[in-house]
């Protein structure tokens, strides 16, 4: 059978027993001639050094034990770097100790490859078991780790550029139409102006005087007050001025008159001898 389940038994939960009588096995561990192996460590990266020979394991001598031989050890049990460690660091093993001054260059891949004393050659104790230190190997969750940075960080350089060159792009759309809109609106603003300075032009316009169009001047109306000193007025931002001196009455035709002076009569011949020399009375 494969599995212990396609055995003959009762069926499942129908017993008669107490854990007193719970079965155990002990099993024998087959290996290859060869394989290494990492014991007693705190993980698959570290341990006691162990290696197979004719299907039994035993231990390595730490003589002449450094950096380049546990590189090797590290290297054949999946792992990479290695650091080398002396007097049974991760605690004595049993059995036979199968390899005494083992010298690797670092290239070889699997220890039996390095040189040696020779199987079972050696003269020490499990008290000089070798033991090893690698870097942790890739697992699952780091290689996926790896895979999410790589995406990310490209992701990163790919999509930083567009979006500040998006954002650059909506401010100058937003300046040029605020430019935009500024231009529109500005006419508005002198319109009113002018308007408003129309207005103001048409309160010092004389009497009987109305507003003109842009398109040309208007004549005022019949039987309105017209002085012939006022012609037609085209340009209303140049108002005449207002008179603030009265007409003389015997003046037909009166005129404009800036002066603030009162008009006077002409003097009289008696004014003109009181002003002239007595010796022509």
């Keep these: 059978e494969s599995t212990l389940v396609l055995c003959s038994h009762n069926g499942l939960g129908s017993n008669d027993c107490d854990h007193y009588e719970d079965a155990g096995v002990y099993c024998e561990v087959s290996c290859t001639y060869g394989d290494v192996r990492l014991v007693d460590g705190s993980d698959s990266s570290e341990g006691r050094v162990e290696i197979c020979i004719n299907d039994e394991w035993g231990t390595v001598c730490d003589d002449f034990w450094d950096d380049s031989d546990a590189e090797v050890v590290c290297r054949q049990t999946g792992n990479s770097g290695g650091t080398a460690l002396s007097f049974a660091r ?51 969750g780091a290689v996926v780790g790896i895979v999410i940075g790589t995406i990310a960080g490209f992701l990163i350089c790919v999509c930083t550029p567009i979006i500040i060159c998006l954002v650059i792009f909506c401010c100058v759309a937003n300046t040029s139409r605020t430019r935009t809109v500024r231009t529109v609106t500005q006419p508005n603003v002198t319109t009113v102006a002018t308007t408003s300075t129309t207005q103001h032009v048409q309160q010092q316009n004389p009497s009987g005087y109305s507003a003109y169009p ?55 011949y008696d004014d003109l001898a009181k002003t002239s020399n007595p010796t022509y009375y």
């Design 90 to 140: 991760f605690g004595q093993g049993t059995g036979p100790i199968w390899l005494d001054d083992v010298s690797c260059t670092g290239s070889e891949s699997e220890l039996l490859d390095c040189s040696h004393n020779g199987i079972g050659v050696e003269d020490c104790s499990h008290s000089e078991d070798a033991s090893v230190r690698c870097n942790d190997p890739l697992s699952t």
């Design 214 to 268: 842009s398109t040309g001047a208007q004549y005022p109306p019949g039987g309105v007050y017209t002085d012939p000193g006022y012609p037609p007025q085209n340009n209303p931002a140049y108002p005449y001025p207002v008179q603030s001196a009265p007409y003389p009455t015997s003046d037909p035709y009166p005129q404009p008159q800036s002066s603030q002076l009162q008009a006077q009569a002409p003097p009289s």
